[in-house]
């Protein structure tokens, strides 16, 4: 069924037996989340959603509404090898769009440790993690105008795209570190480095 859309007409209802299937694997009231990476169900076509760059999700068109409901859908959220981005249960599998990552990280706060800064991201949906080894930063560069665009690991193969305006206060914590014998312009968090690019060229920029 690879590169079918879902039936228009029967979407409602499979949306609904989906959320229910997902409610039965998260458990009202658990923290946990689903162990998605185990699940294999089988492909069953594309739904008419989207995730825009803003974070806000969209079924048929229209901006879904319920806070709730879109965190339970982000539970059960998977990225496979082949660059797709799923909402996977443990009897199917069905793909949906993503305009840039599934996650906004939409807050930021430092502490101190003993191995130096540690910062910490809550995205759109309720996530609080700690940028380090285990969930690192990276930037990319894009555009004419060279913009700079962090991602923080949130899990598996998801990301959020941390927000222009935290961006400003992450890049705030810069300083030059020298990585593999060049000078970068780096953030730390957690006992790691995380190279946002070369000194060099953040002096270029900034002339």
Same mark, same amino acid.
């Given at each position: ?25 998260? &458990? ?6 689903? $162990?998605? /990476? ?13 995730? =825009? ?6 079924? #048929? ?5 319920? $806070?709730?409901? +879109? ?9 496979? /090898?082949? &660059? ?19 996650? #906004? ?12 800064? +540690? ?17 690192? #930063? ?9 913009? #700079? ?14 927000? =222009? ?6 890049? /705030? ?17 957690? &006992?790691?480095?995380? $190279? ?12």
């Amino acid at each position: 069924m690879a590169g079918e859309t879902i039936n228009t007409a029967t979407d409602a209802a499979g949306l609904a037996a989906m959320i229910a299937r997902a409610a039965e694997q998260t &458990g009202e009231g658990k923290r946990g989340l689903p $162990p998605v /990476e185990r699940w294999n169900p089988p492909f069953c076509g594309d739904l008419d959603m989207e995730i =825009r760059a803003d974070g806000t999700w969209f079924y #048929l068109g229209t901006p879904i509404g319920r $806070p709730a409901l +879109v965190r339970l859908f982000s539970t059960v959220l998977r990225k496979d /090898e082949d &660059g797709k981005t799923y909402l996977v249960t443990p009897v199917e599998k069905v793909g949906i769009r993503v305009e840039d990552a599934p996650f #906004l990280a939409v807050e930021m706060s430092v502490t101190q440790s003993e191995e130096g800064p +540690v910062i910490t991201f809550r995205t759109n949906l309720g996530d609080v993690i700690e940028a380090g080894p285990e969930h690192p #930063l990276r930037f990319e560069i894009v555009g004419e105008e060279r913009q #700079l665009k962090p991602y923080l690991h949130v899990r598996g193969r998801l990301e959020a795209l941390v927000s =222009r305006a935290v961006m400003y206060d992450l890049v /705030e914590l810069g300083e030059e570190i020298e990585v593999d014998g060049v000078m970068m312009f780096a953030i730390r968090s957690g &006992g790691a480095v995380f $190279p946002v690019m070369p000194a060099d060229e953040l002096d270029a920029a900034a002339r």
